[in-house]
């Protein structure tokens, strides 16, 4: 049985800073694709950033302007979210996803492409 957990969510200031997890099990994670998405309230669910197993090709939400990064250790079964410079607008529930479809440029973003979901973790950034 495939889970995906998400941790290090919380409340942090404007200008921040946090990390989060997500510990996979049940699955090769090595030959995973991982993503984040996040969900604001009344919003839908929207794409955060990908990396890819086989090249560890990374994708990213043009919004972002480069203030995430996500990375994976394959030896610790957890891909991560790094995100600095936090905007209240950033505020959302983050899910991690995983899927053994291949990604491209055409279609990482897809929420469709990803076959496991984890819970969420919530992330909220004070103004």
């Known amino acids: 049985q495939v889970q995906l957990v998400e941790s290090g969510g919380g409340l942090v200031q404007a200008g921040g800073s946090l990390r989060l997890s997500c510990v996979a099990s049940g699955l090769t994670f090595s030959i995973f694709n991982m993503g984040w998405f996040r969900q604001a309230p009344g919003k839908e669910r929207e794409f955060v950033a990908a990396?890819?197993?086989?090249?560890?090709?990374?994708y990213y939400a043009d919004s972002l302007e480069g203030r995430f990064t996500i990375s994976r250790d394959n030896a610790m079964n957890t891909v991560y979210l790094q995100m600095n410079s936090l905007k209240p607008e950033d505020t959302a529930v983050y899910y991690c996803?995983?899927?053994?479809?291949?990604?491209?440029?055409?279609?990482?973003?897809?929420?469709?492409?990803?076959?496991?979901w984890g819970q969420g973790t919530q992330v909220t950034v004070s103004s």
């Open positions: 990396v890819a197993w086989r090249t560890s090709s990374t």
């Open positions: 996803a995983a899927t053994r479809l291949g990604l491209s440029s055409g279609n990482y973003y897809m929420r469709q492409m990803y076959n496991y």
